[in-house]
């Protein structure tokens, strides 16, 4: 169980970094948006890794995949990571905290600025930030079914207005709600 949380901690913190000193790289593919556990993806570009086992890692058990979607709808942009645990010894341990991980993952979260404290809205929890073209932001995480040993999933998703334009709770809201994975 040990080697499975190392696993986990090392995929939640840095998937490429863990699979280029480890795997030679994580190849990932184009799909079909209808195909991608992440919901809701239209008009966006969506990308998932293979299934990534205990083999291709060199530590651990289970088998894991990665999602993600990006792009542009409107003058509004998004971007979704999501890291799940295929089978049932595998499981998803988030150590990093929300402002980091938003810093690692999202396009927008590189160089950002004004990251606010993390508070929790429904089900996520939520930062704001100044993304470094000086957009308004949101970021979460939401976390799936799980144990205190960890979760099947976790979902971490941004979303940017240009400079200028507020983010209100109904944004805020209606974007928490809609940022789920789909069954």
């Known amino acids: 169980m040990?080697?499975?949380?190392?696993?986990?901690?090392?995929?939640s913190l840095s998937l490429p970094a863990v699979a280029s000193a480890?795997?030679?790289?994580v190849d990932w593919?184009?799909?079909?948006?209808?195909?991608?556990?992440?919901?809701?993806t239209d008009g966006l570009r969506c990308r998932?890794?293979?299934?990534?086992?205990?083999?291709?890692?060199?530590?651990?058990?289970?088998?894991?995949?990665?999602?993600?979607?990006?792009?542009?709808?409107?003058?509004?942009?998004y971007y979704y990571y999501v890291a799940e645990a295929?089978?049932?010894?595998?499981?998803?341990?988030g150590r990093q905290d929300l402002p980091d991980a938003v810093r690692g993952r999202s396009p927008q979260g590189r160089g950002s600025a004004k990251m606010?404290?993390?508070?929790?809205?429904?089900?996520?929890?939520?930062?704001?930030?100044e993304s470094a073209a000086k957009e308004s932001c949101i970021g979460i995480r939401k976390t799936g079914p799980g144990t205190v040993q960890g979760a099947k999933w976790i979902l971490y998703a941004t979303r940017c207005v240009p400079q200028g334009q507020p983010v209100t709770d109904g944004d805020v809201a209606a974007f928490v709600d809609q940022a789920r994975i789909r069954e």
Do not use: H
């Open 2 to 11: 040990r080697s499975v949380c190392v696993l986990v901690m090392l995929v």
């Open 22 to 25: 480890q795997a030679g790289s």
């Open 29 to 40: 593919m184009d799909i079909d948006c209808a195909q991608s556990r992440i919901a809701p």
């Open 48 to 77: 998932a890794s293979d299934k990534l086992t205990s083999d291709a890692l060199a530590t651990g058990e289970g088998l894991y995949r990665f999602w993600n979607a990006s792009g542009s709808i409107g003058d509004t942009k």
């Open 86 to 93: 295929l089978s049932p010894k595998a499981l998803i341990v």
């Open 116 to 129: 606010s404290d993390v508070s929790q809205r429904q089900d996520a929890d939520v930062v704001f930030f």
